[in-house]
């Protein structure tokens, strides 16, 4: 009989901790005397995913360089509700420049430190979808094309959360924000090609590209861990739910990440050197309506005459992520 | 040691004997020569260590020289024109944040239409955003403010543009004074900066700022630029010691011991006006030339006792405020408050257009008979601006004005020898 | 560092911003009744011993366990474990092996010779406990823990009552049965066999008692009239299965038909089965899904190559033969004769129909109640008689071996208060956690690799005891699927997921507690526990 080793079946590898693992094992989230990147106090919504993601992806980053770790940061949400004068959450060095060149300063303070022999420094950018898909595009590009030693992490929220929930080249097909209402023909954001940046980022074949959510923390932790190894540049892109901006209960920030994941609406995977390497498969299949219906910007879709060929072609995107990201691959023991 | 070369490279070298660690470059004329020397060092390991970033834009040039500069690089980029409008947003954010960045703009014109020739209007542009300006008469004085702006601008944590005026100085091969590393060490420490990201004391730069503190800030950064109105001419000052030669300053008067009339300028056209005037002076006129070096901060005590004796003032600047006039004349009418003289603004070299002794001659002249209108555009083409002016009178559909006026001239070229 | 003004800022100082204010709502810990422990007729806290097994500290899982049962390697064999049936788990694959993972626990203990506790200091108060089944033992465990001097008085000349007498060795082995009950005999319980107590009163005075529990049984097996020849031979399923202890065995023949349904008679129709019948036959009136005996016991008779005739009832016995009527349900599910007979072979037939109670030791004593064959006691335990308490099959129950751990239990805790002049008080039952405040999602399935391997080891059978126990690895694997519905197994969620890092972790096995400064009560560690033990509650406004 093959070994067949013993694990916790209790809480699997999904909780933050277990107090039956070693240390090493458990998730940094879980560590006593975690980082808190952002402390308390910040003035964040209730329930915010950009929040939560950017404390997770930070405490391993720290924990991965023994802190020795300095930020970027674009303007937005995250910026603003951490360092309104005179009270900062930040637990690192913490720069905030302006908002589309994160990606840009953050070379900034690589090549110093490059140039200072302080190799053991490592810098993170970080920025919103709006200041990292759109407006901080260009500075994005230009840091991976030259290969510059920074993780760059994108907080998604698939809008100007900041500004008041405007559209994004992130905002997803016919979700409502307040420049894409649900009136007219075709309500809610328009059907485009879409605009992929980790796939972008792929594109460039920069050392590491990945994708994690909220929902998965361990998957999160990991790929932050692994994006520290590689020197170089390097993308996550971080998919955190925002209920003021969607509609959504502030408890349900994490389920509806989850429900993004397991419907295939947003394909977690990571990828080195342009190729695709892994993909977090699917656990339990659902259709999106599951995840689009708890949502208000996608309130119009349903009611009593649901859009069903709206709804359509919305399963058909998450569809194409799955067989395009091999998200359905069965559960390996 | 005496070296006949252009300024572009003349002005690399100094910025290399300043031991920049962080330099970020984006091509655009005319101060390109000036970052691929810079980079020619880098790549063969002359200057070192130093980073030298191939950015994607000016806009990331200067956000590069952000983030290298807060953390504690001393850093450097060069810019002109659309590219340092382009950097716009993050040039008042250096200054904000209170980062010295050093950078070279060669002066140049700002389209459309588009013009790669020179005048002020760049770098004036950013009259308030925060920056120092110092403005270069020679190539020599190019090289030397570079020096003397690193400290400039690390002694008060504010950022300093050097401005050159683009090819006329940029491109110019003449003979300058190239200092000695040990020189320039003994004259520039290396940088401390006043706050800096580092891991072993973190810090947050940058916070959102309200209204219960925003207005202190903004008075903070004008009392560093009043600061620097003392410090400018103390820096020169130490400069001579060090290299033997006068160089810097907030004002340079020439021949004003007892000028009636006073030409104030800035840049390279100091030369001509000052060969214009020593050949008024020889024929007995009592003329003189009030030179601007520090534009940012404006040296108001300076102007004001150089004009004190005078009767008249003409500012002659490469640049418009359109639909006012003049944007240095307005700067020296706040430091003649209270004086009476006759004040006159000529609006010369816009584009490049050459300013020509002959011209000065006629200029001056006309200003020591008070019969210069009180705003006067130098060698101003009036039957081609008259021609437009008419046609978009008569035709709606009147065409673009740039491309009719070419067409009435002829050729561009000859315009512009 | 002689920062900027305002535009740089020192470290953390946001934790001057108290954003507890803008809640509305809190979240609070609280722990759940788990289904298992709501379930268990014994009031284990299965939950909570299944926490300490999950680690690997099996001595501390069966000191938990026992503090409740002393019985784990007798429950892990002989429990229906309803427990089981209503394990939140089931709703996610199936349910946790509670008692497989019960019995390794047990057996764990004798094997290692684990020891209770030595008895709190004596009280100086005497209790007398009557019969020496599973109630009266248990009865007298607590007692003794408790303190209290314990006698035990057994008419018969074994310990165990109907685990002994009405439960046969390859469900029970005796060894097992022995180690258990000698345990309970360590704390310094005396027992007297073959001490029938004729009156319970005199026997109380006699000995000093201050108090006495009864817990006799229910061993008379009930006859029904069945119109018989001379010759037929009609024994009742309890004598056999007593006898089957004696030296003399059963002699049923090799056709044996066993009448009634309940659980005593798929027992003696396996005993039957084991002693050389070649055909054994059950005899039911109603229909599988009416029949009283649990399903697993059904089944596997039923692979044993048992035969059952439903919806059947014997008219007439002779020797060598039985006369059986077919019957119908009615609308209401009664059996209803059809008319319609038929003849089968049997050398005996053993009448599987219920016990009844020998409640001769109770006459003459004042106060009591006695309805349909048992004694009324009320939710303390107590008859009508003070001091006299009850319990096990002689009071209305369902008559299984845990459900008369539990009253001895049960009663040892009145009797306790009961003799230092209090009220016994349970403490308030915790609300129950339903599967809906779960959070699934956090518990990983169990890889089908490991499934079939375990359900084989669940079904092992042996001559000896049909059911095998599980071995170390395996139990470990069973505790470890515990969702532990309820109750907070420090997996950290409620900490990491905290977006204002407003959950403050207090340490291996201190749990957590919330920082009402910082927490703006989004609800999250609500929703995101696995366990259901975190729960809103309005904010005092």
């Not at chain 1, 999160?220 to 993308?235: D, P, T």
């Not at chain 2, 004005?401 to 002829?410: P, Q, S, T, W, Y």
Request: with cysteine; glycine share 10%; charged share 20%.
């Amino acid at each position: 009989m093959s070994f067949q080793p013993i694990k916790f079946y209790q809480t699997g590898t999904f909780t933050v901790g277990n107090r039956l693992l070693n240390p090493e094992n458990r998730s940094v989230q879980s560590h006593q005397d975690r980082s808190n990147a952002i402390n308390s106090g910040h003035r964040a919504c209730q329930g915010c995913g950009e929040a939560l993601g950017a404390r997770y992806a930070l405490d391993a980053a720290m924990e991965a360089t023994g802190s020795q770790l300095i930020a970027a940061n674009a303007t937005g949400c995250l910026e603003v509700f951490t360092t309104p004068y005179p009270e900062s959450s930040w637990q690192l060095p913490w720069m905030h420049s302006l908002f589309g060149n994160a990606a840009a300063v953050a070379t900034g303070i690589a090549a110093a430190l490059k140039a200072k022999g302080r190799n053991g420094v490592r810098v993170v950018a970080q920025g919103g979808d709006g200041g990292t898909t759109d407006i901080g595009f260009a500075c994005l590009s230009g840091m991976f094309e030259r290969n510059d030693d920074v993780l760059y992490i994108c907080y998604d929220n698939e809008a100007y959360m900041n500004t008041g929930v405007q559209r994004s080249s992130a905002t997803p097909p016919a979700a409502r924000t307040t420049t894409t209402m649900p009136v007219g023909l075709s309500p809610g954001n328009v059907f485009g090609q879409g605009k992929f940046v980790p796939a972008i980022a792929m594109a460039h074949e920069i050392p590491y590209v990945a994708t994690a959510t909220v929902a998965d923390l361990h998957d999160l932790e990991a790929k932050v861990k692994r994006a520290m190894e590689f020197r170089g540049a390097r993308y996550i892109h971080i998919f955190v739910p925002c209920p003021l901006g969607w509609g959504t209960a502030s408890h349900d920030t994490i389920r509806i990440a989850r429900l993004a994941h397991e419907t295939g609406m947003f394909p977690v995977f990571e990828a080195e050197h342009g190729e695709l390497i892994s993909s977090l498969p699917i656990r339990r299949q659902l259709p999106v309506e599951e995840y689009l219906k708890p949502q208000k910007r996608f309130a119009h879709l349903f009611g009593a005459k649901p859009n069903l060929e709206v709804i359509a072609r919305i399963q058909a995107r998450a569809d194409r992520n799955i067989q395009k990201y091999g998200l359905l691959q069965t559960e390996v023991a | 040691m005496l070296k006949q070369i252009e300024g572009s490279h003349a002005v690399a070298e100094a910025i290399a004997l300043c031991r920049p660690e962080v330099v970020c470059a984006y091509p655009i004329s005319p101060q390109t020569h000036i970052v691929e020397a810079l980079g020619e060092m880098v790549k063969s390991g002359e200057l070192t260590p130093c980073e030298f970033i191939n950015v994607e834009s000016e806009f990331a040039a200067m956000s590069v020289a952000i983030g290298a500069s807060a953390t504690g690089a001393r850093a450097y980029t060069a810019t002109a024109s659309q590219g340092l409008l382009y950097m716009v947003e993050a040039v008042y954010n250096a200054s904000g944040l209170g980062l010295p960045i050093v950078m070279t703009v060669a002066n140049r014109a700002i389209g459309a239409p588009i013009n790669i020739w020179n005048d002020h209007s760049d770098s004036l542009s950013q009259r308030d955003s925060g920056w120092m300006q110092l403005f270069a008469e020679t190539n020599q004085e190019a090289l030397d403010l570079h020096i003397q702006a690193f400290k400039l601008a690390e002694e008060l944590s504010l950022p300093v543009m050097v401005c050159m005026d683009g090819f006329i100085l940029t491109h110019a091969y003449e003979q300058v004074d190239m200092p000695t590393q040990r020189q320039v060490d003994d004259y520039l420490p290396p940088y401390e900066p006043r706050q800096v990201l580092d891991p072993r004391e973190p810090v947050s730069i940058g916070a959102m700022v309200g209204p219960e503190a925003f207005m202190e800030v903004r008075y903070l950064a004008h009392a560093k630029q009043m600061q620097a109105l003392e410090r400018i001419p103390q820096l020169a000052a130490e400069f001579k010691q060090v290299f033997g030669r006068d160089s810097g300053g907030l004002t340079h008067t020439y021949r004003g011991e007892d000028a009636e009339t006073i030409i104030i300028a800035m840049g390279s056209v100091l030369g001509t006006i000052k060969d214009t005037i020593d050949e008024m002076r020889a024929d007995g006129h009592k003329i003189g030339v009030l030179g601007i070096t520090s534009y940012r901060p404006f040296p108001l005590a300076q102007v004001r006792a150089a004009l004190h004796n005078a009767k008249r003032v003409v500012v002659l600047e490469k640049s418009l405020a359109v639909g006012i006039g003049g944007i240095l004349s307005t700067d020296v009418r706040m430091a003649l408050s209270g004086i009476h003289l006759h004040g006159y603004t000529v609006v010369a070299g816009l584009g490049g257009r050459a300013i020509t002794r002959k011209s000065l001659h006629k200029l001056f002249r006309e200003a020591e008979q008070d019969a210069l209108p009180a705003l006067t555009f130098l060698d101003l083409d009036w039957e081609v601006v008259n021609k437009q002016l008419t046609r978009e009178r008569v035709m709606r559909r009147s065409g673009p004005a740039a491309e009719n006026m070419l067409r009435d001239i002829g050729t561009v070229a000859s315009k512009i020898a | 560092m002689d920062k900027p003004f305002a535009i740089t800022l020192d470290l953390g100082s946001s934790l001057a911003n108290h954003t507890g204010s803008w809640r509305t709502s809190k979240p609070v810990y609280l722990d759940r009744l788990p289904p298992c422990n709501a379930g268990c007729p014994a009031g284990e806290n299965i939950q909570g011993w299944l926490f300490h097994a999950e680690s690997g500290d099996y001595e501390q899982a069966w000191r938990v366990l026992t503090v409740d049962n002393p019985f784990p390697a007798i429950m892990g064999r002989v429990c229906y474990h309803p427990c089981e049936s209503v394990c939140n788990r089931g709703k996610l694959d199936s349910a946790v092996g509670i008692n497989s993972v019960e019995r390794f626990l047990g057996d764990e203990a004798i094997k290692r010779g684990w020891k209770f506790d030595a008895p709190a200091a004596s009280s100086g108060k005497k209790v007398l406990v009557v019969g020496a089944g599973p109630s009266g033992l248990s009865a007298a465990y607590h007692l003794a823990r408790s303190g209290h001097s314990v006698e035990i008085h057994e008419a018969g000349p074994l310990t165990g009552g109907m685990m002994r007498f009405g439960i046969p060795k390859y469900r029970l082995p005796r060894d097992v049965l022995d180690a258990e009950v000698q345990r309970i005999l360590n704390l310094g319980v005396m027992l007297k066999l073959n001490t029938k107590v004729a009156n319970i009163e005199d026997s109380m005075r006699a000995g000093n008692f201050d108090a006495a529990f009864l817990a006799v049984g229910a061993h008379i097996g009930k006859r029904a009239f069945i119109p018989a020849g001379d010759a037929a031979r009609i024994v009742d399923a309890v004598s056999v299965l007593r006898s089957m202890e004696g030296e003399d065995k059963p002699m049923l023949g090799r056709r044996v038909v066993v009448y009634g349904g309940g659980n005593t008679a798929i027992d003696v129709a396996r005993t039957a089965k084991r002693l050389g019948a070649t055909e054994t036959i059950i005899v039911y009136r109603r229909t599988r899904e009416k029949m009283p005996a649990h399903d697993s016991e059904v089944e596997e008779a039923l692979q044993e190559g048992i035969m059952i005739k439903w919806l059947s009832t014997i008219k007439q016995a002779e020797e060598g033969s039985l006369t059986v009527e077919k019957m119908k349900l009615d609308d209401k599910g009664f059996p209803q004769p059809t008319g319609e007979f038929e003849s089968i072979a049997a050398d005996s037939l053993v009448l599987a129909l219920g016990q009844d109670v020998d409640l001769s030791l109770l006459q003459g004593v004042s106060g009591l109640e006695i309805k349909d064959g048992t004694v009324q006691v009320g939710s303390n335990m107590m008859t009508g008689h003070k001091g006299i308490f009850a319990g096990g099959d002689m009071v209305p129950s369902e008559r299984t071996v845990t459900a008369g751990v539990g009253h001895g239990k049960k009663a040892a805790r009145h009797i306790d208060s009961w003799l230092l002049g209090t009220t016994y008080q349970s403490a308030a039952k915790h609300e129950p956690v339903s599967f809906d405040m779960l959070n699934p999602w956090y518990y990983t399935g169990a890889p089908k690799t490991m499934s079939p391997m375990l359900d084989v080891i669940r079904r092992q059978t042996s001559f000896d005891e049909v059911q095998g126990g599980l071995d170390e690895s395996n139990a470990l694997f069973e505790a470890r699927r515990c969702l532990s519905c309820g109750n907070c197994f420090e997996c950290d969620n409620c900490y990491g997921v905290c977006p204002d890092s407003a959950v403050i972790k207090l340490g291996p096995g201190k749990r957590f507690k919330f920082n009402y400064d910082y927490c703006k009560g989004c609800g999250m560690c609500v929703s995101e526990c696995p366990c259901g033990a975190i729960k809103m509650i309005p904010e005092d406004i």
